[in-house]
């Protein structure tokens, strides 16, 4: 099991997301500690990072193994997330 970090400014997004959104997303983000690499994370190019799908908003995050811990940096909608 994994431990999740969570980043300001990604609660400051989720406080900002409409209401059935943020329960979804964060749903999503609490099933990350028990797999951390579900099937529809997608990996970023040239980087470690990965975003997670959930409707229109994406869940930009990386895993530290060593620590085994998921640091969840931004939600955003999909339109902004990779800007």
Same mark, same amino acid.
């Given at each position: 099991?994994? !431990?999740?970090?969570? !980043?300001?400014? +990604?609660?400051? $997004?989720?406080?900002?997301?409409?209401?059935?959104?943020?329960?979804?997303?964060?749903?999503?983000?609490?099933?990350?500690?028990? $797999?951390?690499?579900?099937?529809? +994370?997608?990996?970023?190019?040239? *980087?470690?990072?990965? !975003?997670?799908?959930?409707? #229109? @908003?994406? #869940?930009? @995050?990386? &895993? $530290?193994?060593?620590?085994? *811990?998921? &640091? #969840?940096?931004? #939600?955003?909608?999909?339109? $902004?997330? @990779?800007?």
């Amino acid at each position: 099991m994994y !431990s999740l970090r969570i !980043s300001r400014r +990604a609660v400051k $997004d989720i406080a900002g997301l409409p209401k059935g959104y943020s329960r979804l997303v964060s749903q999503h983000i609490d099933g990350l500690q028990e $797999d951390p690499r579900p099937a529809d +994370a997608k990996r970023l190019r040239e *980087t470690r990072d990965y !975003s997670l799908r959930v409707g #229109v @908003y994406r #869940v930009l @995050y990386d &895993i $530290d193994d060593e620590s085994r *811990t998921v &640091i #969840v940096y931004r #939600v955003k909608h999909r339109r $902004d997330a @990779y800007r």
